[in-house]
């Protein structure tokens, strides 16, 4: 794989059951860390990592996230009447000029492997990111110019012609949570991957490497996920098609330089907002004492 990255694609067609009643209405992927939705930080990262067809696999109810992307006439013309240019100048860049949005619907929320599999004929035969927006990787303060995740393994893809793959280290009693990978460590933050397990309990768990939402793939995993029958939950997991993909070539586990959200639950989602706060010269120091009165309850 040692094409440049150029299509990124995320998949926002699940329910996000954990957040209703919002999710009624609300897309998780528009749910916002202080004043930006978390999908625009998705968006970021991609961008970062010279993508520029980025690929929204959405189901029938998720219109705001096009919405967002899209132009505001009405509203940017107000603010460009009253002369306000630095709002302004926020509501446009949402996305560089060169960058465009391509949307495909998962017609049913089937699991991850099948809403990647939906974006097939957009990404064709060649190495694509995926992106998981509830996944909030941060490097860095804002603008320090630190790679992103996705940055950082799109490189390593490219020169070691592999596919990557993001993980995390997590508590032993939490593997059952995620996938994990049984992996033979290669440099400081890469290890070849041997085995990949769905979800297993702590005691038969070959690591606590955990597969977090960020993926560097060939085009062939396609051909693995239409091959793929429905594994745990009844859902087509994208693992098993990394599974398979194992005895073709080469997959790297690799532990991103960064911090990770999991905004995809409630307490993930306010971590990440102080934490951003924290980051926001405007909002630090009130932030801070903030918490600090919260420490004697
Ligand atoms: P989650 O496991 O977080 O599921 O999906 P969810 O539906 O979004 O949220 P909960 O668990 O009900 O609260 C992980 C990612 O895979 C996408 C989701 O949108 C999310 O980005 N996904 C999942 C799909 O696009 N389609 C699916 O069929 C399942």
Known sequence: MSQRLRKVVFPVAGLGTRFLPATKV??????PVLDRPLIQYAVDEAVDAGADTLIF???RYKHAIADYFDRAYE???KLAQSGKNDLLAMVQGTLPRHVRCVFVTQPEALGLGHAVLCAKPVVGDEPFGVVLPDDLIVNGPTGAGRPGALRQMAELA???NAGVIAVEEVPRDQTNKYGIVDATPVSERAAKIKLVVEKPKPEVAPSNLAIVGRYVLPGRIFELLEKTT??????IQLTDAIESLLSEQSVLA???EGTRFDCGNKLGLVKATLHMALEDPQLA????KFMASLANR
């Open 254 to 256: 690799y532990r991103f």
């Open 57 to 59: 696999v959405t189901n």
């Open 75 to 77: 509203l940017e013309s």
């Open 158 to 160: 490219a020169s070691e």
């Open 230 to 235: 429905p594994g745990a939950g009844g859902e």
């Open 285 to 288: 120091d009130a932030t801070r």
């Open 26 to 31: 609300v897309a998780k992927e528009m749910l």
